[in-house]
């Protein structure tokens, strides 16, 4: 049953293609929020009938959208652009398909929510067999903390990257208080957040990037700060959990020949985004 009795104060947009069993434990990961007042949009850069079954079927518990278009090769931004044009929330939680949520991640997305701020958080890539743990359910998000804590060393050796990402540290515990915010000078696509407004005043995701990367956060955060808006940090707080796949990245060359073009022109409003300017 979907809880519509709660205030809306945030879209969480899910960016998925084709996998719909990463996506059943991302979205099963939800159901242990402490804070739940998000509707949940699938934002889905291709038109997959397995994956609209899926959806289909699934007990969400949020109010949900599954908004699709059709498999033209990798069109994100285009698909991003369109969720951001459905949300109902004014602010706006990015993640993708891949990435399993800590309990308190939506609590401090929503709770350091900021017009003025773009909230900046970071993920543990995991290992193989941690992540199958987490597919299988003898792992739980809830019980992620420990698991790292015990098996630091072990899945470190197996290939984890970024393990330090993974703990969550409570802010009003003694170490939260001692640490502080831990700085972020970039912004991850699977890992932000930032007022409806702000990706308005720079005209949303840029469409003319056309391969994944640097289009869907790095390009984003020059022209968020050349409008005077400033990045904030929810690492080990808004914590989340990579799973496991073999990467699948282009060349680099062209999007950086682009948004190198861009900074030159200071183009802070990118032409082919929310609006189609001249």
Request: hydrophobic share 40%; with cysteine.
């Amino acid at each position: 049953m979907e809880n519509t009795k709660l205030t809306i104060k945030a879209s969480l947009i899910i960016s998925v293609y084709t996998n719909t069993a990463f996506l059943k434990v991302v979205l099963d990961s939800l159901q242990f929020q402490t804070d739940n007042r998000f509707e949940v949009i699938i934002s889905e850069d291709g038109e997959d009938a397995n994956m609209a079954e899926f959806i289909k079927n699934y007990p969400f518990t949020h109010s949900y959208q599954h908004l699709s278009r059709p498999d033209q090769g990798w069109q994100k931004n285009h698909a991003l652009n369109e969720s951001i044009r459905n949300a109902k929330a004014d602010w706006l939680v990015f993640i993708d398909g891949d990435c399993v949520l800590h309990p308190r991640f939506m609590e401090f997305h929503i709770a350091d929510a900021d017009p003025q701020r773009i909230l900046a958080g970071k993920r543990i890539k995991l290992d193989p067999g941690t992540s199958l743990c987490l597919l299988d359910g003898t792992l739980s998000p809830i019980t992620m903390n420990r698991y790292l804590l015990n098996n630091f060393s072990k899945i470190k050796k197996n290939g984890a990257q970024f393990v330090e990402e993974g703990f969550f540290i409570d802010p009003s515990g003694l170490l939260g208080k001692l640490m502080g915010k831990r700085k972020m000078k970039q912004i991850k696509g699977c890992n932000m957040s930032f007022h409806k407004e702000a990706i308005r005043a720079i005209n949303g995701f840029d469409e003319d990037y056309i391969r994944p990367a640097v289009g869907e956060d790095i390009d984003l955060l020059w022209r968020f700060e050349g409008l005077g808006f400033k990045i904030d940090s929810v690492r080990n707080r808004a914590v989340q959990y990579h799973l496991y796949h073999k990467e699948s990245w282009t060349d680099q060359a062209e999007n950086w020949k682009m948004m190198e073009n861009n900074i030159a022109l200071k183009n802070y409003r990118c032409a082919n985004g929310l609006i189609k300017e001249d």
